[in-house]
């Protein structure tokens, strides 16, 4: 492997500070200007990603190259080299050092080739192409931040999006970076949001007929969240949808009402719909300020992907007081019977502790499912004199955050990293100012809380839910995690892959829940794997980052990229 230690992409981003402020995180000592660092580009085989390419990753097992695994979100990849019988032989192929030691929650994208050519992110934006074959580093890529960000939750970064010959990346001051993906050199740039005041972006962005989806985060400083699309050539804003209607708003409450849209978008192909996650308005938790269900806010939006105009929507928090954004990228599963039907339908796991399967067609509920985890004082209003305040389960960590769940056709069923940790907040009376933390609060996130009667202490759980009937079918409380973080994949074989906050990287039988096998890491695992199938070498690969993330601060740093893989007979 070429030695990445002379890296200058890489020494540049370690250099960065991570301050913690009074709201959140400040990013400082950036690289000056964006780096490439090229290797042996010349691997990389010239291999245009076709849009047909993109609508067909789902079914392509040699492939990974959404962030979902597809535009249906369901991280699934049908090899199915490894099986439930011989997953317990499963072994490390190779491990990447990124040389940033920093927040590891992305996704590797695969594109296919001789050789096979892995796509990475990791924050604090920096990116590489690696040789999927032999873990060989091609080229580096760091992008320079400014200065001074305001961030609610570290410095991550989940992921590229691709089409054609270009790389899509997401930036903390809330833009979005083309890079060639041959020789990791940038294209262009386009500033999505003023990062002055508040607006970042971490999530992949989503390529989709000529346009780059994104959207918005920072939804804890009162910016006015949206979702836009970008010219994939050139980077000019084709179209923007904020996501507070103006006219469903009691007063001039919409203009720092928040809903941010924090995380990849999910795409029907076939009739041209996006479905985007929704976040809680602002204030977080001073719900005076802004009478009213706060429309768009906590759920999904759809919206027509020609011109951004919206279709439907579901809120599963109404007037949310409680940080419950449904930040997690939506499930879309077509065919399916529901109630004697045969509906496509969207499932959407929230931060409220249940899943909601929806219609895709209208986004009325069609389910809601057993509780994915306990409910105490859940709703309960925060009272608006003196400081008494509330400690209610789950938290604004979860149940669902923003990891990713996954879907097995296999099973048909829906696999979810639940939190199950009390919060405790306090209403506080909080003027906008902006770049400012806007929360109409104050909060403690578990151990320093006062815990509600009832609760199992039991901080989180891995749970797989029936989407069509709302059952809940095996649930495994997680005795030794603070939390668990990152999001899940499952194959062909019926196998669930996910990681644990104490390092460990687990496969799961997908029916009964029973654990098959697991590997210690070193150090938690706070992202999302991605799987494929190389039929030069006939082995099926896992690939996972392992390495945290800082908003959890729990378990030491790294910045490994972790490979498995298994020979077919």
């Not at 067909?56 to 979100?73: F, I, P, V």
């Not at 590997?519 to 690939?543: E, F, R, V």
Request: proline content about 6%; overall charge negative; some cysteine.
């Amino acid at each position: 492997m070429t030695p990445i230690e002379n890296d200058d992409a890489v020494k540049a981003a370690q250099n960065h500070e991570l301050k913690e402020v009074e709201e959140g995180y400040q990013l400082q000592g950036t690289p000056s200007q964006s780096i490439t660092q090229q290797y042996d580009v010349d691997q990389i085989p010239k291999k245009q990603v076709t849009q047909e390419m993109l609508n067909e990753t789902t079914t392509d097992q040699t492939s990974w190259l959404t962030y979902g695994g597809g535009y249906e979100q369901q991280r699934h990849s049908n090899a199915n080299v490894i099986t439930p019988d011989n997953v317990k032989n499963l072994e490390i192929e190779y491990l990447v050092e990124t040389g940033v030691a920093d927040s590891m929650e992305g996704t590797q994208l695969i594109v296919q080739g001789d050789p096979p050519i892995m796509y990475k992110t990791n924050g604090p934006d920096h990116g590489k192409a690696i040789n999927a074959r032999t873990g060989e580093v091609l080229w580096s890529y760091t992008y320079a931040n400014p200065d001074g960000l305001i961030l609610c939750c570290d410095t991550n970064n989940r992921g590229f999006g691709i089409l054609g010959d270009t790389l899509f990346m997401t930036t903390l001051d809330s833009g979005v970076v083309a890079l060639d993906r041959y020789t990791g050199e940038q294209k262009w740039y386009t500033s999505t949001g003023k990062w002055q005041d508040g607006y970042s972006a971490t999530w992949a962005p989503t390529p989709y007929k000529g346009k780059v989806i994104t959207g918005s985060a920072g939804g804890e400083y009162g910016v006015r969240g949206f979702v836009t699309a970008l010219d994939a050539n050139s980077g000019k804003q084709l179209w923007k949808t904020e996501t507070r209607p103006k006219d469903q708003w009691v007063g001039d409450s919409w203009k720092q009402g928040s809903t941010t849209t924090w995380m990849s978008r999910t795409i029907d192909t076939k009739n041209d719909v996006i479905f985007s996650p929704v976040g809680n308005p602002g204030p977080d938790f001073d719900g005076a300020v802004r009478p009213g269900p706060n429309r768009f806010s906590v759920g999904t939006l759809a919206l027509d992907a020609n011109d951004g105009k919206p279709k439907w929507n579901y809120q599963e928090s109404p007037h949310d007081t409680w940080d419950y954004d449904s930040s997690s990228p939506k499930i879309l599963i077509r065919d399916q019977q529901v109630e004697g039907k045969k509906k496509d339908i969207v499932v959407s796991p929230g931060k409220t502790g249940w899943v909601q399967t929806l219609d895709a067609t209208n986004g009325k509920l069609l389910k809601r499912s057993e509780p994915t985890v306990q409910h105490l004082n859940t709703f309960k209003q925060v009272p608006h004199v003196g400081e008494q305040g509330i400690s209610f389960v789950p938290g604004a960590q979860g149940g669902n955050d923003w990891q990713p769940p996954s879907y097995s056709p296999e099973t048909g069923l829906v696999y979810m990293k639940q939190q199950n940790t009390p919060q405790e907040i306090w209403w506080e009376h909080q003027e906008y100012s902006p770049g400012g933390g806007y929360f109409g609060g104050q909060f403690h996130d578990w151990p320093h809380v006062n815990e509600p009667d009832g609760w199992n202490g039991k901080t989180s759980a891995v749970v797989a839910v029936n989407p069509r009937t709302g059952k809940r079918v095996w649930r495994e409380w997680i005795e030794d995690d603070n939390y668990i973080w990152g999001g899940s994949m499952t194959t062909g074989s019926g196998l669930t892959f996910l990681g644990t906050q104490k390092g460990n990287f687990v496969a799961y039988d997908g029916k009964s829940g029973d654990r098959l096998w697991q590997m210690q890491l070193g150090a938690p695992i706070c992202s999302s794997p991605s799987g494929w199938y190389d039929p030069g070498t006939k082995k099926q690969y896992i690939a996972v980052q392992v390495g945290g993330s800082g908003w959890l601060r729990h378990g030491r740093r790294g910045s490994t990229v972790a490979v498995f893989a298994m020979k077919g007979e």
